[in-house]
């Protein structure tokens, strides 16, 4: 690189600067870009292919031919970021459109981060940290060096952009904002460096001559820096992507599209949009085919669930329906799955499910509240363990969810939440155990395997009564490794479980192995087998789809050998022995396709 850096002492610390600078640059760069496009692709399949692109741009930096000079590479470096909000939102939405799950996020990284990792690195690859002298430079390092030096910038950025996913203040910080302040400030060093070095780059004779002339030269680079802030502060808006922001002040309702956003907020698991597919000007109610009237709850690029809405909103007898916080009425569930696990109310297998005396529940896993909502109204006192606080509120503000205070409402991983519970020893009174405890944990495509072993199955039993019911939900193929390691695993730490898919009608044997089914298991510590009575009146809660729901309960079963197959210890999963991720990753691919098939894509584009 051809950049008369100082000799000696302060030449290694200038050295280490900018390295250290660049570094910064690209984990948040990493970070920012991945964050900006799992709305669209979700984190499965973004990414799938993500290290190999950016492994072939570091390649790319420390193996190219050409000669690198400074200025216009730092000129390149603001370019591109200057157009990396636009280009990152607008090549995601073209290349989603293919519903193509690998190639579409493949070619996206290859457009849009590639580039910019490219040209960073270069600043990185191109530094030789012993040398003491500028003529040194005008060589290129050893490829060697400069393979090394791009590894290094991988591995710190990758490292470094996982710890920026953990500051909260950047969930009010738009992807915008951070890619046009990278510009701003790239390009401000541009031009400071052109003041400096001029338009020739390679090192100069101090001349006289020169030596007189630095004084004007230097004089006009205040006005330059100036004028350039001030073209890039009118340009931002112009440069920003068509990403509503977050958090969403006020409702927007799309200006082609009958599409509300009601509310979209950057949180601890991604992305929380809640939305409004609103009714066409042509509808007068009653059900129909269409994906409207219907508000949903959405995490990146996985639904939490939803519920019917305007002239889709239907109830027994014509009861009052739920209404929401703000008094809008709600209608049925858009998911039989969470209806499907208000069966624990219906197992008749012990004292407690004969009587009826169902007192406390836990849910694990909020969504949109539909459980835990029915849970309530059925006069069970239900206590919440979520980890996303921007779920609960959506759940609280847009889905009739009531009100949980300090005790019943807990905002943390299940996993810190159980082992704590069980350390103590339900000794407290308000560790008193739990009648249900419904654990529904899916999103994205996947599970978070770390709930799913049997130390964490160990520590949520000491939680739940001697005589109550396990709720465990699951989406994935019938007949799949993924579900011989759940189902076995719940076997081996409960000993007494069933399985029931949300399907409507039978479900093709055909199918078992390639269709995407919610299953819900219930598990058992009591020693007689699992029954469950028929459902009555008073179970449906004025709802349709309870009403079909529970009354088709038993039709519904699978049976568990073919869930667990041939027993194997293999497929138990422990802290030290779990496979279920990465078992998961092709399930994320599928998912994505299936989501793309529920809602049109301009849902998915609009948040």
């Given amino acids: 690189m051809s950049l008369a850096w100082p000799v000696g002492a302060p030449g290694v610390v200038c050295r280490i600067g900018v390295a250290c600078s660049v570094l910064v640059a690209l984990s948040l760069v990493l970070f920012v870009y991945e964050r900006a496009l799992i709305p669209l692709y979700g984190s499965g399949p973004t990414t799938y292919t993500l290290n190999s692109a950016v492994v072939s741009a570091t390649l790319v930096a420390a ?23 636009l280009a990152t939102y607008w090549v995601a939405v073209w290349t989603a459109r293919w519903a193509r799950p690998i190639l579409g996020p493949l070619v996206t990284h290859f457009v849009v981060l590639a580039p910019l990792f490219s040209v960073l690195t270069t600043f990185v690859t191109e530094i030789n940290f012993e040398s003491s002298s500028p003529q040194t430079l005008q060589l290129r390092n050893p490829i060697g060096y400069r393979l090394l030096a791009g590894l290094a910038c991988f591995i710190g950025a990758v490292g470094l952009s996982r710890v920026w996913a953990t500051v909260s203040y950047l969930n009010n910080v738009s992807e915008s904002q951070i890619f046009l302040g990278l510009a701003v400030a790239t390009l401000n060093i541009c031009v400071v460096a052109f003041q400096v070095r001029g338009p020739d780059t390679a090192p100069q004779k101090k001349t006289a001559k020169k030596t007189a002339k630095a004084p004007s030269s230097f004089l006009m680079g205040p006005p330059l820096v100036l004028a350039l802030n001030l073209l890039w502060w009118n340009a931002r808006q112009w440069l920003a992507s068509p990403v509503l922001p977050h958090p969403l002040s006020q409702p927007y309702t799309h200006p082609s599209f009958p599409l509300r956003i009601l509310s979209s907020v950057q949180s601890t698991t991604g992305l929380i949009v809640v939305g409004e597919a609103l009714p066409p000007p042509s509808y007068r109610g009653g059900p129909d085919s269409e994906m409207h009237s219907l508000r949903y709850l ?3 690029h996985s639904l939490l669930g939803g519920v019917w809405m305007d002239g889709k909103i239907a109830t027994l007898d014509n009861a009052p329906p739920l209404v929401d916080s703000y008094g809008t009425a709600l209608g049925d569930s858009i998911y039989g799955t969470f209806v499907l696990q208000e069966a624990s109310r219906l197992v008749n297998s012990s004292a407690n499910g004969a009587s009826g005396n169902w007192e406390r529940a836990l849910v694990i896993g909020l969504g949109a509240g539909v459980s835990a909502t029915a849970f309530h109204r059925h006069g069970i006192a239900t206590t919440i363990v979520e980890i996303d606080p921007a779920v609960y509120e959506a759940a609280h503000r847009f889905f009739g969810l009531p009100e949980h205070g300090p005790g019943n409402l807990f905002l943390e991983d299940a996993r810190a ?6 350390a103590s020893g339900g000794t407290r009174n308000q560790d008193a155990p739990f009648d249900i405890i419904v654990h529904d944990c899916f999103s994205g495509g996947g599970v978070p395997e770390h709930i799913f072993t049997v130390e964490f199955w160990h520590d949520l039993k000491t939680a739940l009564h001697p005589e109550g019911v396990m709720v465990v939900n699951f989406a994935g193929m019938i007949i799949s490794d993924a579900s011989r390691m759940i189902s076995q695993t719940l076997a081996k730490s409960f000993g ?8 409507q009608g039978i479900i093709p044997e055909a199918d078992y192995s390639t269709e995407f089914i919610n299953l819900v298991f219930f598990c058992s510590l009591h020693s007689s087998p699992l029954t469950f009575r028929k459902a009555r009146r008073s179970d449906y809660l004025d709802s349709y789809l309870r009403e079909y729901v529970l009354g088709t309960l038993l039709a519904r079963e699978v049976a568990f050998e073919l869930l667990t197959g041939e027993l194997d210890d293999r497929f138990i999963l422990t802290d030290a022995h779990n496979p279920l991720g990465k078992l998961q990753d092709g399930q994320g691919h599928h998912h994505w396709s299936m989501m793309r098939q529920v809602l049109p894509d301009i849902f998915w584009e609009t948040y």
């Fill in 63 to 85: 193996a190219h031919p050409f000669k690198v000079s400074y200025t216009p590479t730092l000129l390149v470096a603001g370019s591109l970021f200057s157009a990396a909000p």
């Fill in 417 to 422: 939440w159980a082992a704590r519970r069980s």
């Fill in 496 to 503: 007494n479980c069933r399985a029931f898919h949300d399907s």
């Fill in 298 to 300: 959405r995490a990146s």
